[in-house]
């Protein structure tokens, strides 16, 4: 028998969640590692003293770190960016996959066992997020399941008690990844830059049109990554505004096409990083193909 107002969720509602699965687990892969490389690169032509251990003792919270103090208040983070950056979004978007099922469930059984898996995906995102508060017992309370309402009203309520609890991890979750990001921008342009002003000055000082050539490719190649660097988004409030908004949209009273309009945002910033680099290495190797037989 099909219960009383047992209609789907407004498409909205599903369609923001599932918009928020579809981030991109990889996006700062290759940002990352080109940052590792650059990074390492410059590391191991400083002097050891430069090299600094940074909470790495006992009892420390947080990433252990390598630190290469370039000098006149200038240091390089050797702490990998990259599986933490895919660690929180892959919580993230797993998150809105089990809400966006426990959204779409067509009767309330299947609504019970969706529950049970965005309860347990919230708390997967709570235990990833450094001072996120945890919850004690259940995410959604099982009285949802015993009122009188029909299929909508509980899922509603469902939803609603499970991204109120975790609303203070995805807007936590959101300034997280602005500062990795940071870090990320910092690293990867200070250390690029110093790859092109050595690459500048062997240019300058090339004894030969071959060694000429490969120092300005090797300039070329610095001046995409600090290109690419200068475009790593650091501003991730439309994670933290378009869950808040989605939240009050659930309450009754918010907009859901602006919490959706936020969302897509944040999906756009990661789908931008995972195409940085190679769009600025592809206009590197234009230039310095363009160039390479200039005269000296």
Not at 62 to 88: F, I, W, Y
Not at 142 to 158: D, S
Not at 189 to 213: G, I, N, Y
């Amino acid at each position: 028998m099909v219960l009383a107002g047992c209609g789907t969720l407004p498409a909205e509602e599903a369609g923001a969640f599932r918009t928020l699965a579809s981030a991109d687990r990889d996006a700062f892969t290759a940002l990352a590692q080109r940052e590792s490389d650059t990074v390492n690169a410059i590391a191991l032509s400083r002097p050891l003293s430069s090299v600094e251990r940074e909470n790495c003792g006992i009892g420390k919270t947080g990433p252990c770190a390598l630190v290469v103090d370039l000098g006149n208040g200038g240091k390089l983070s050797l702490s990998p960016t990259a599986p933490e950056t895919r660690a929180l979004i892959g919580a993230l978007a797993d998150y809105g996959t089990s809400m966006a099922e426990l959204a779409e469930a067509k009767d309330v059984a299947a609504a019970q066992e969706a529950a049970g898996k965005a309860g347990g995906s919230v708390k997967g995102l709570i235990a990833l997020v450094p001072g996120a508060p945890t919850v004690v017992g259940p995410i959604i309370d099982g009285i949802v399941w015993g009122a009188g309402q029909g299929l909508v009203q509980k899922r509603r309520q469902a939803l609603l008690a499970a991204a109120e609890k975790a609303d203070p991890a995805v807007q936590l979750a959101a300034t997280r990844m602005g500062a990795i990001s940071t870090r990320l921008r910092s690293n990867l342009e200070r250390a690029s830059v110093m790859k092109l002003d050595a690459a500048w000055e062997a240019w300058q000082r090339a004894p030969d049109q071959p060694t000429r050539t490969a120092a300005f490719q090797a300039m070329t190649a610095a001046a995409a990554d600090v290109n690419a660097a200068r475009r790593i988004r650091i501003d991730y409030s439309a994670l933290a505004q378009g869950h808040a908004r989605l939240v009050a949209a659930l309450r009754g009273n918010g907009d859901i096409a602006a919490a959706l309009g936020e969302l897509e945002t944040f999906v756009g910033i990661l789908a931008a990083a995972r195409t940085t680099i190679a769009a600025d290495d592809a206009a590197a190797k234009a230039k310095a193909k363009e160039t390479e037989g200039a005269p000296a």
